[in-house]
C-alpha cells in the first residue's frame, strides 16, 4: 500500500479548496445577508450594542467638556479649552484619564462585539439567537477580552483586527494570552486569506449601497420636509435618523456575519450555510 | 455513546471535522464502540458541541464513505456491522486514514513552527530505528 501525496496541510477540505473563491464568497455574502435580514434578534442585539457604544461615546464626550468646569475653569471657546487642557498639571492626570478611558472603550466595545459574534455563530450553526445567552457568553471570557484590550489599548487601529479576527476566535477559545489569541487567529487567517480579502470587498459594496439607498431617501425626505409643516418635518427627519441608525446596525450585524461565517469556514474546514442540514432556516 | 465523550479542541488548527472524524474513528477501530451501536445524530452533536451540521454531516459522510458507519433511514447512524473493522479496511480506506492522521500531525506539528519535512524526516527516522531493533 502507497500512500499519495495529496495531504491537506491548510486543513480545509479538497472540495473547498478546489471551487472558486469567487463562488464561496459569494455564496457566503448571500447567507450573510440572509441571516442579517431574517433574524430579529441578532439586529437587536447588534442595535443595542451601537446604541451603548454611541452613549459610551457621549459620556466620554461629555466628560472631556464638563472636566474643566468641574475643576472650577469652566470653558466656553476652543481657545479656552485648549488653553486648560495645555496647563502643565493637567496634562499627566488627563493622559491617565485618556488611557483608562481608552482601554474601558475598548474592553466594552470586545465585549458588546463578543456578545454578537457568539450569537452569530450559533446561528450560523442551525440555532437560534438568544438576546442574554450572548451576554452571558461574553461575561464568561470577560478576563481574556480585558487582556486583549489591554492588549490593544495603545493602538487605535489594532480595532480592525479585534473585530475581523480576534474576537470571532475568542467565542470559543479562552485564552488569556492575548499573543497566544492574536496568533491563534493569523493562523486560521491564513487558511481563509483570499475568500477574507475578497469578502472584506463584497462586503463594502454592499454596505456603500445600503448607504446610497439610506443618504437618497434620506435626501428626498429632507427636501420634502423643508417645505412641510413642523410637525410633518419633524416626522419626516425621524423616518430620516430611524433610517440612517437601522441601515448603520444592519451593515454592522452583516458584516459580522460574514466575518464569522468565514471564522467557521476556517476553524472547522466546511463552509457553513443558514439552511442547516436537517432543511430547517437558521 | 454520548455526545459529551467527543471533546474537541478549538484551538489546536485542525480542522472540527477531522477531529470528528479521528475522533470517532479511532473509538470504532479500537473497539470501544461495537458493530451496530447506534452513534450520536448530527443534530444532538450541532447542539451539544457548538458547530455547524454541515461541519458534522460531512465528518459522518466520510466515515460512511470509509465503511466505518452506515445511515439507516430514518433511524440515524450506526456503526457498521463489521467483524473487525480493522482487518476489512481496503488499501484505500487505509490511505484515507492514513492521510488525515499526518495531516493532522503535520498540522499540529505546523503550531510549534516544525515543518511538513521535519516531520516526514522524523518519521523516516523512526521507522529506520524500528526496523534495526526489529533486526537485531
Redesign the interface.
Known sequence: MTTSNTIDIAGAPASVKSESSVASVRRMLKNSLLISIRDSVLLKLATVDLLLVVFYIGLFLGGFFLYPALMGQPCHTQKEFNAFYNQQEHKAILLAVALTIQFLGTLFTNFLLLTVDSEIIRVWNGQKADFKRGWRTAASHFWSLATWSLLITPFNFMWVASMCIVIPVLTRDDTLNPFKMLWRSVLLLLKIWKEFLLGIVGMLVIVYWVFCLVFGSNAIFTSISSQCPPLIAWVLLSICISLSLVALCFCYLFCNCYLCGQYIKASEGVEPSPENAFGDPA | MNVSELTLN??S??????QIVQLLSGKILSGALSPGEKIPS??DV??EL?????????AYRELELAGLIETRRGMGCFVAERDDARHTLT?DE??RH??TL??SL??SA??FGIS?QDVSDYLTAKHAAATTKNNK
Do not use: C
Open positions: 478549538f484551538s488548527g485542525v480542522p472540527i471535522y477531522r448530527i443534530r450541532t447542539a457548538n458547530v455547524n451540521p454541515n461541519t458534522v454531516a460531512k488499501d487505509k490511505r492514513l492521510d499526518f495531516a503535520v498540522t505546523g503550531m511538513e
